[in-house]
């Protein structure tokens, strides 16, 4: 019970630190924001922590549309579990959107930080990965250890047939990701 007291604490904190910056509001992709922190050994969905109804923009300010639930995530819930299989420091995740400009300033923000960066390209995803729900995930995880030797702590999924291109950071906390989310975010709003 302690450790899911501490992971619904820390998301709270991150949560209240993507409130707190009004600009994140300009990285929420149609999709909106899912927002993860695992238990140190996740088997399932069950065992990651995420803002249920994910994290949208009211009023131009970053809002959770409800309370941290373990289970309130599958997709980056899955993600994370994934990681964890290579990386077992990496605990949480953030997705946002994607552009050329963000991804500029997100190639910037990397070489500052000495953060690894890397893309997956949907369009090279299998036919029966793609068409099979759920069975992706392996996939995009595979492709990026392949490429990069490790998971990026900074990647973004390109272009595919009826998806959004995202970013995602993935990190040992979710705090640690709010900030490195929440950092990117203000150093986009000074590229306008």
């Not at 619904?8 to 993860?36: H, K, Q, W, Y």
């Not at 995009?140 to 995202?166: C, M, N, S, T």
């Not at 640690?176 to 306008?192: L, N, S």
Request: net charge negative; with cysteine; charged share 25%.
């Amino acid at each position: 019970m302690k450790d899911n007291d501490a992971v619904l604490g820390n998301i709270v904190r991150a949560t209240n630190m993507l409130r707190d910056c009004p600009e994140f509001s300009l990285l929420i992709p149609e999709v909106r924001v899912n927002l993860v922190y695992a238990l140190p050994d996740p088997e399932s969905p069950r065992d990651v922590a995420a803002i249920e109804g994910r994290i949208t923009a009211v009023r131009g300010v970053p809002h959770a549309s409800g309370m941290p639930e373990f289970g309130a995530s599958d997709h980056m819930a899955r993600l994370i579990i994934q990681v964890k299989e290579s990386q077992p420091e990496i605990r949480a995740g953030i997705n946002f959107k994607c552009d050329d400009k963000i991804i500029g300033v997100v190639k910037a923000y990397c070489a500052e930080k000495g953060f690894s960066f890397g893309d997956i390209d949907r369009t090279a995803e299998p036919a029966e990965v793609a068409g099979t729900d759920g069975s992706s995930m392996p996939w995009k995880i595979a492709q990026l250890i392949h490429r990069f030797g490790a998971v990026p702590r900074l990647f973004y999924e390109g272009d595919g047939w009826g998806k959004e291109p995202l970013f995602v950071a993935i990190g040992r906390s979710a705090v640690e990701v709010a900030d490195i989310a929440t950092d990117i975010a203000r150093r986009f709003a000074r590229t306008f």
